[in-house]
């Protein structure tokens, strides 16, 4: 049994056999020719193939890793395209009269050693993007098609480092894992790893030849390990620890479909996060009971000019159709602070987090506020829909924020408009609006507690400063008696109280929260199930009562 | 001609991807756009060109724009370095 070591970058356990990827190393000769025409002609015509190709490539890598994941093969056809690069290609054809080939592997050379040897990592980094699109010239050039994975049964890649275009040509269903020499946690590989949740290790000290290619091996993606030809001891326990990660995969999809009660029986509303509409399809695929926040930021962050009334009721509607009668939660626009907006025309701030932010904005700019609010009484009328203010720190912002609405209502109303009647709750994340919950819970219908800014605001700690983290005890004493105190005002006007933001999917604190008494947890769409199986399996009465 | 002045404000500095999108907005006008750093001119039009200059956060770079175009591209490109860089 040998064991190599590398990093984890997707957890999981595969079993299987190995196949060593290696690059066709493409033998390039010079060869001298006196049709120089035909030459260029073959190097165009390739040019073109190889684009094309790129082109689909780019379409394929758009479905399986995203936009994001996918724009790389758009800067290869650019690449491609460039006129510098093209006219030393062409340049070195027509002057030196040498085939198309060897004019694409020098250039494709000069142009690496330019990135490779500019003083910043990154850029370096791009000397194999250079590699990349001149090999894929070659072989379009020497009429060889991509390169594949030929093998009848899935396998566990094993190689130097895999380029965006060769994990992207992989038939997925072949593949049980990657395990790679080089590479980073961001590459392609690892992306790509991660979205087909399959354990995959980069960094390993691996040999790439006949001493593990063809192999039996084990990858475990929990403790960063991958043993070739493992003893029948470790293969057991590794065989186990697979079954065990099945069966708890299995138990949490047993669990969708089934009610949030706990062992008491208190029914818990559990929701989930989003901030797009993009998210619909986890949110019902994690079987979540309605949306509790929907950030509406990204109707703004992704345009240029303000989002009209149109445009946003359009959204609106769309989510609260598609939920169909289960609550969604919008919160109004929280722009500022950590997310800025060029046309906002924000003045810089000493202190954002203490800024103008959030409700303040909208305050500050009634005619910004309306427009959404608008669109939100609209959309109301086709779902079940609710309206929830963040930062809300003085009671004078809920009056003020009532008369606004009413304003709109009336506004609707007069127009012949029509809107529905959505509850408005708020969003605790001041201390302030934690020492006044017992008043603000008088004037709302529920409350929303934003762990993330709750606990900085407590703590005194900046959330982006990557330096405090030991100082960011989100479990901090502060914090939870915050929650408690939160949750006992709400009850007591008869209003619910839920948690919104990070500390909401926080397995290892979901107990206490329902001892707590808290109403409803809203958490990122994955964390659904895991928290349903805590809540029914909680018990939240006293020892004495259980025995009843 | 036309020219302005910026400041690069994105943490990255101009990444590939960014720089794809710069040679897309400037490949939509006809004049000849160049982006020069530290006395180094690259055009825009050319993806190598541009990620030649390696441009970092905190670098003031000088855009130029000369043809029939220039007016339009030089408010176009100035919109596009403040939203995306």
Known sequence: MQVYRGKSVFGGIAVGTISVYSREEQQVKRVKTEDTAAELARYANANETAIAQLAALYEKAVKEVGESGAAIFEIHQMMLEDEDYKESVENMIRTQQVNAEYAVAVTGDNFAQMFASMDDDYMKARAADVKDISERLISVLNGRGAQAVNTKEPVIIVADDLAPSETVQMDKDMVLSFVTVHGSANSHTAILARTMEIPALIGTDIPLDESVDGKFAVVDGMNGCIYVEPDEQTLKELKDKQKEEREKKELLLSLKGKENVTLDGRQIMLYANIGNVKDLATVLQNDAGGIGLFRSEFLYLEKEEYP?????????????????????????????????????KLEREENPALGLRAIRICLARPEVFKTQLRALFRASAYGNLAIMYPMI???????????????????????????????????????????????????????????????????????QNPKLEEFYDAHHPAVLRMIRMVVDNAHKAGIWAGICGELGGDITLTQSFLEMGVDELSVSPGRILPIRKIIRETDCRKESEKSN | MREFKYTITDPEGIHARPAGELVKAAKAFTCTIKLMKDGKAGDCKKIFGIMGLAVKKGNEVTMTFEGADEDAACEALAKFMKETL
């Not at chain 1, 169909?324 to 906002?344: E, N, P």
């Open chain 1, 308 to 344: 009209t009334e149109e445009e946003q009721f359009a959204v609106y509607k769309t989510v609260a159709e598609t939920m169909a009668g289960k609550r969604v939660i919008i919160r109004t626009l929280d722009i500022g602070a950590d997310k800025q907006c060029g046309y906002f």
């Open chain 1, 393 to 463: 720190a003085n009671l004078w912002e809920i009056t003020r924020i009532k008369e606004i609405a009413q304003e709109v209502k009336a506004e609707l109303a007069s127009q012949g408009i029509a809107y529905g009647n959505p509850a408005q709750g708020i969003m605790i994340e001041t201390p302030a609006a934690v020492m006044i919950s017992e008043e603000l819970a008088k004037e709302v219908d529920f409350f929303s507690i934003g762990t993330n800014d709750l606990t900085q605001y407590t703590l005194a700690v900046d959330r």
